[in-house]
């Protein structure tokens, strides 16, 4: 198994100032990996025990020594003499600076991306874009926080060219941090929406905290921005760093033109760059996905890629589970969107199923972390929806009754509203018919993917 470079129990010692203990002839020994999770251990692995609320990942020290672990942090001192462990203060701290250490380590360029929507569709057609010319590594699943980004560098290996990582938060201070580990070679924002305003405020704390990730960007790092976005288009200086605005007009530095909507099947588009253009077609529903082609365009071109290339890897995307996956069954065709929500994301949801030819279903639940103005930004929803041509339309939770009352004083019939999901799913049968067009969208701690599977198996 291969090991990874320089990261020998000595070097991981003095990266995360921790006190090296064990047999000394180990101490130059490398990991093959890292992993957080005792039951995916592997041979030569270090091991991250972390504390949580309900399990102390300490528990597990013996059996991922029996599983084949080199190593093991640890914040207490350990009753071993045999296996080698490092004590630390914090095991999340430690993992951050390993990762840290790591980085420099790699040749790989790193893309780090982050923005209030769209995060993680960009990631995947950016990664899509560039394996067509590249060996690529990418964010996989939610790992974009402060145990998940570090582990995520830390799945890069030497044969990898690019690493695109996907870099979320909720606070102040955390994009610095995950910046300081990452140090992009590219940096990318896909907008600046209404989202962890609990913390954040208003969207120029969203747009100050997103833009912690130049506080460690390579110092000629390339800057790819939505140049639609009104806060985004405000960054006019980084020093030597270059920026570059995709979007709809043509005063940005790529655009799209010849736009056409294939609905649920996608779309069709001219991309426009430097005086040249090139037809694709986008396999992913949603107006929104142009410009995500269009960022990863942007990329290509700087990397060297050809249009053909570009073409290939936007026709190439696959979706992804909860973020408007298309799912045809022999009764429906359902819009996954349930992953995650906020108001942006949710009125994009909602113009991709409004896109759509067929009776159109649209199941709304609670969007959650919006701060002192949650009621308000629902009813904005609410306000958003009932002007599109949905069919059917179901409110779900608490906070979605938000949502109900706006769109009830635009129109009539065909609304519904429940408190409870499992309300909704008692009276399922009742409201969609066979044939619909069901799209199912909510913060992701609405459990809705239980919805999507009723769907997709009834």
Do not use: W
Request: aromatic residues 6%; proline residues 2%; glycine residues 8%.
């Amino acid at each position: 198994m291969d090991t990874l470079k320089n990261m020998t129990l000595s070097n991981i010692a003095k990266a995360c100032e921790g006190t090296y203990f064990g047999p000394d002839n180990l101490k130059e020994a490398m990991i093959t990996g890292v992993e957080k999770d005792s039951r995916l251990i592997e041979e030569g692995y270090l091991y991250l025990p972390f504390v949580g609320n309900v399990v102390d990942g300490h528990d597990f020290i013996p059996q991922v020594f029996e599983k084949g672990a080199l190593c093991t942090l640890s914040e207490k001192k350990l009753d071993i003499t045999d296996k080698p462990y490092i004590l630390v203060e914090s095991v999340g701290v430690a993992l951050k600076k390993i990762a840290a250490f790591y980085r420099e380590q790699i040749s790989a360029k790193i893309i780090g991306i982050t923005g209030s929507v769209g995060k993680t569709s960009t990631k995947e057609m950016i990664a899509s874009v560039l394996s067509e010319k590249f060996d690529v590594h990418k964010t996989a699943g939610n790992y974009n926080n402060e145990i998940g980004m570090p582990l995520t560098i830390l799945q890069i290996r030497d044969h990898h060219e690019i690493g695109v990582i996907e870099m979320g938060i909720s606070d102040f201070s955390e994009m610095h941090r995950l910046s300081e580990v990452a140090k992009p070679d590219i940096c990318v924002i896909t907008n600046i929406g209404d989202c962890h305003l609990e913390n954040l405020k208003n969207r120029d704390g969203v747009l100050k905290a997103k833009s912690e990730i130049f506080d460690f960007a390579k110092d000629d790092a390339l800057v790819v921005l939505n140049g639609d976005d009104e806060k985004l288009a405000t960054v006019n200086s980084l020093g030597n760093r270059k920026i570059v605005f995709y979007g709809n007009e043509s005063n940005r530095d790529i655009f799209a033109t010849n736009v056409e909507s294939l609905g649920i099947f996608g779309s069709k588009v001219t991309i426009n760059y430097k005086g040249e253009s090139f037809d694709t077609q986008i396999p992913a529903a949603g107006s929104h996905m142009v410009n995500h082609a269009l960022c990863a365009t942007c990329i290509a071109k700087y990397l060297g890629m050809t249009n053909e290339e570009i073409d290939r890897g936007i026709r190439s995307l696959e979706s992804i589970e909860g973020r408007n996956k298309i799912i045809k069954t022999d009764k429906y065709t359902v819009i996954d969107s349930c992953y995650n929500a906020n108001p942006m994301s949710m009125k994009s949801s909602i113009d991709t199923l409004s896109e759509t030819k067929g009776r159109r279903v649209a199941i709304l639940g609670d969007m959650f972390e919006l701060g002192e103005n949650t009621a308000e930004l629902h009813r904005q929803i609410g306000e958003y929806a009932a002007t599109k041509p949905l069919d059917v339309i179901v409110c779900v939770g608490e906070l979605s009754k938000n949502i109900f009352n706006e769109i009830e004083k635009n129109r009539n019939g065909n609304l519904y509203y429940f408190e409870k999901k499992e309300d909704l799913i008692n009276n399922l049968n009742d409201i969609i018919h066979n044939d619909d067009i069901i799209l199912v969208k909510a913060s992701n701690g609405m459990k809705f993917k239980e919805l999507v599977k009723i769907l997709v198996e009834s």
